[in-house]
């Protein structure tokens, strides 16, 4: 019988006094705070506890598996990929029994929820979440990190503006390598595809679509491996150039930076006696979040980066046609920070009932008001969009199509003593 293992990244009393000589569904609920969190098909126990003012999620795995998932989750941070913070792994004394433990992902969602939200004809909306899992791949795959098991089962979906932000949560398959080759890739690409489209006609199967959502299902999936496609292309295609490659160049680096990436090198090796290549090499997924950071120290998403930058440089400009002079940026933003921002976030945050990151209800206050602005053919102001915000509605429209704009917190209740964990 091997010794009792514990290794926490942080010395939690919560989580160190935890009952972890026992296997995971032996715990008394009487005695630990269990948290009902629900969750999909998974291939081991997990349970959920709060410690120390936080959440923490408990998989109960075989020692091996446990120890690499911790050290490849570990290794995902460190690139900083989107994926759950590895907290700590114990080794129990009692046959090949160890529990993997990870930071709860706070204002997360499951696909099966998003999905049962909006319909099938919102596509718009469906297409937000099977961006983010596009854009997670690549990451991932740039990274060289094979995963091996992407499933929609697999992934939380957070937001971020106005899009949506994927979140690898089982590692348990993954593998770490220098770089991946073409074979890997594909490999994993079918593995999506397959799992994708799996938990999509799960998901049409219980609303009752089938068997018409079979082949949106497929279709939906091969979108993915698809957008999948467009931007491995963007970041690593070569593209002849003729003698003058300005335009071309400004084109690329424009289109990196829409979608994010921060180009760290531009390269151009002639072929031929005219034509050039074009090659880009770029970093982390963060441009516009880095560009705000460095204006108002504040660290947000990239898609909420975006809209706040919009908003502060229109907010700059205005000032500067009103007072008929030029401000310097860095002055516009301290002003903006103190003056729109700091109060905005405050009654936005109110106007959907404290719940969410305060910063995204900000965003979509601003979404809002553009869309009632468009409506009326002039700027409506705040308060309409603060009262839109307050009735949880989206201009122009349905409840469904609106339903990614308007997630409320996921809501966390305790297990009360006495009942059984889930």
């Excluded at 570990?74 to 900083?80: D, F, K, Q």
């Excluded at 319909?119 to 791949?137: G, M, N, Q």
């Excluded at 409506?375 to 949880?392: I, S, Y």
């Amino acid at each position: 019988m091997a010794a009792l293992d514990v290794r926490l990244r942080s010395a939690s009393p919560g989580l160190l006094t935890l009952p972890w000589r026992l296997p995971l569904e032996e715990w008394d609920p009487t005695a630990v705070r269990f948290r009902d969190v629900p969750i999909g098909p998974s291939r081991h126990l997990v349970r959920f506890v709060e410690a120390d003012g936080s959440v923490w999620a408990l998989k109960a795995m075989p020692r091996r598996a446990a120890t690499h998932e911790y050290d490849l989750l570990r290794t995902l941070e460190t690139r900083a990929l989107t994926a759950v913070r590895a907290a700590g792994v114990v080794i129990q004394p009692r046959d090949d029994d160890a529990v993997l433990i990870t930071r709860y992902l706070e204002r997360s969602w499951q696909y099966r929820r998003l999905l049962m939200r909006v319909r099938p004809d919102a596509t718009v909306h469906r297409a937000r979440l099977f961006d983010a899992v596009a854009s997670l791949i690549v990451d991932l795959h740039r990274n060289g990190i094979f995963w091996g098991d992407c499933s929609l089962a697999n992934t939380l979906f957070t937001r971020d503006g106005q899009v949506m932000q994927a979140w690898l949560v089982d590692a348990e398959t993954a593998e770490a390598h220098p770089t991946l080759s073409d074979g890997q890739r594909t490999a994993d690409l079918e593995i999506m595809f397959d799992n994708v489209a799996g938990g999509l006609v799960d998901v049409a199967a219980r609303r009752g679509e089938l068997p018409e959502g079979f082949d949106q299902a497929v279709a939906e999936a091969q979108g993915v491996v698809d957008r999948y496609e467009e931007l491995w292309a963007l970041l690593h295609s070569r593209p002849r150039v003729g003698a003058d490659p300005r335009e071309a160049v400004s084109a690329r680096v424009r289109d990196l930076e829409d979608v994010g990436f921060a180009v760290e090198e531009v390269r151009l090796e002639a072929e031929g006696d005219d034509d050039l290549r074009l090659s880009v090499a770029v970093g982390g997924r963060r441009f516009h979040a880095l560009q705000f950071r460095a204006l108002t120290g504040l660290d947000v998403g990239e898609g909420q980066a975006r809209i706040l930058l919009s908003d502060l440089r229109t907010t700059w400009h205005a000032w500067e046609q009103e007072r008929g002079t030029q401000i310097p940026e860095v002055v516009a933003a301290h002003e903006w920070l103190l003056r729109r921002f700091a109060p905005g976030v405050e009654r936005a945050h109110q106007a959907v009932g404290g719940h969410g990151d305060p910063v995204q209800a900000y965003c979509d206050l601003l979404e809002v008001r553009w869309l009632l602005s468009e409506q009326a053919g002039h700027d409506v102001g705040d308060e309409p969009a603060l009262a839109a915000l307050a009735e949880r509605r989206t201009p122009g429209g349905s409840a469904a199509e609106a339903a990614i704009v308007d997630l409320p917190t996921q809501e966390i209740p305790v297990v009360h003593p006495g009942e059984p964990p889930p």
